[in-house]
């Protein structure tokens, strides 16, 4: 429990990246209100649009700023047009830069469907699934795999006649995710929906690909630590499928990088849309929590996009610190913080354009920041 305050270092980021990440200041201080706040904000500029103005992704003291922080929220980084001389993404510092430089090495996605969120298939709203069918997690390795740095083109004359990505996967950092998973799914106290059963599921492609029967291989090691957890396959073709089928099934879903990349867009159809994802990226001493949906160009400055999956992401912070730094009043304001997100989805007061609504980002936040303050601490 840390007396002073956690501090929190923020990146907007891009596009709509600083009106959701207003939103989630504002419930953030709708939450700390009437006390001294058991946390203190820094905001930080950087990403794609940062590139194009300065030259720079971000400064100095911003990227020291992350290192020195108890947690970090990030909005979103991309911009049309923003990219560095090597052909990255401009703004990749503060989303994969951070992932490799401190060791962020899970990339936790929580999907669940609240009462009162609308899903979409084929442009419609449907009633494919129920709340109660979709509690699920997908735990994504998130520092090696396709996306490791081991990749380059054979130019012939300046031509570019092969360009190569490496897969690569370590004993540690498939090690160290799977156990992660299981650790989760030990912890989660309802299981699988379907029978509420703890189960990891492991999504590899382990019929094709030496690295994924290395993956394999390793959470079959790291199960046997774990008996009360049910152990579960699937190749990722296949759980595409099952997913989208029979997500009660699923209570924790463990999968390397590019795959857990692909299978969480996916899973966010079933919480209601990108504009509920969020993720944690998780290290032994470092984390940094971000909505998924990224910076939507086309939406920035227009006041409309969701804030939710930010709240989420804020919610998913306070767990994550007061886990770390025992301490049990995070842990109230997490609870009060989900209550209130969870109260205003019922309602279906704040539907914004993606739920087929028409209540603005900022109308969102100032409902959520209403039902925090009527909470009981
Ligand atoms: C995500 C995003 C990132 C990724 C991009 C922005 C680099 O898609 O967090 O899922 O590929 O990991
Ligand atoms: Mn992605």
């Known amino acids: 429990m ?15 990246g600083p009106e959701v990440i207003r939103e989630g200041e504002k419930v953030l201080g709708a939450l700390a209100e009437g006390g001294p706040a058991p946390w203190h904000l820094s905001t930080y500029p950087g990403g794609g649009q940062y590139y194009l103005a300065s030259g720079r ?64 298939i084929s442009g419609s709203y449907r009633e494919v699934w129920s709340p109660k069918n979709v509690d699920l997690v997908i735990v994504r390795e998130n520092t090696e795999g ?24 370590t004993r540690k950092g498939a090690e160290r995710v799977i156990r992660y998973a299981f650790e989760l799914a030990r912890h989660r106290p309802r299981g699988a929906p379907a029978d509420g ?8 492609k382990s019929n094709v690909l030496e690295g994924c029967r290395f993956f394999r291989e390793t959470y079959e090691r790291v199960a046997t630590e774990y008996p009360e957890v049910e152990k579960d396959y699937s190749y990722v073709d296949a759980f595409t499928q099952w997913l989208v089928r029979d997500p009660e099934r699923y209570d924790v879903v463990v999968s390397t990088n590019m795959m857990g990349d692909i299978i969480t867009d996916l899973a966010a159809v079933l919480q209601g849309g990108m504009g509920f994802a969020a993720g944690g ?15 939507a160009p086309k939406y920035a400055g227009k006041d409309q996009v969701s804030p939710f999956a930010t709240f989420f992401a804020v919610e998913h912070m306070l767990r994550w610190l007061a886990d770390r730094h025992r301490d049990p009043r995070l842990i109230r304001q997490a609870d009060r913080l989900e209550r209130a997100v969870a109260r205003v ?27 925090v303050r009527v909470e009981d601490p």
Request: hydrophobic letters at 40%; aromatic letters at 6%.
């Open 57 to 120: 992704e971000w400064e100095p003291e911003a990227e020291a700023a992350a290192t020195r922080a108890d947690a970090i929220l990030l909005g979103a980084v991309g911009w049309p047009g923003a990219t560095l001389p090597n052909g990255d993404l401009a703004g990749r510092a503060l989303v994969l830069g951070l992932r490799e430089n401190l060791d962020l090495f899970a990339n936790v996605r929580p999907c669940k469907l609240y009462p009162g969120v609308r899903h979409r």
């Open 281 to 295: 990226n998780i290290g032994a001493e470092h984390a940094m929590f971000e909505p998924v949906h990224g910076s």
């Open 146 to 169: 396709l996306y490791t740095p081991a990749h380059g083109r054979l130019a012939r004359a300046r031509e570019t006649e092969v360009a190569i990505d490496t897969r690569v996967i």
């Open 2 to 16: 840390r007396e002073a305050g956690y501090s929190i270092a923020v990146y907007p980021g891009d596009g709509t």
């Open 345 to 371: 989805l019922a309602e279906g007061s704040a539907r914004t354009y993606d739920q087929g609504g028409h209540v603005s980002t900022s109308a969102a936040g100032d409902r959520v920041a209403a039902a």
């Open 197 to 204: 059963k703890k189960r990891v599921t492991c999504v590899d």
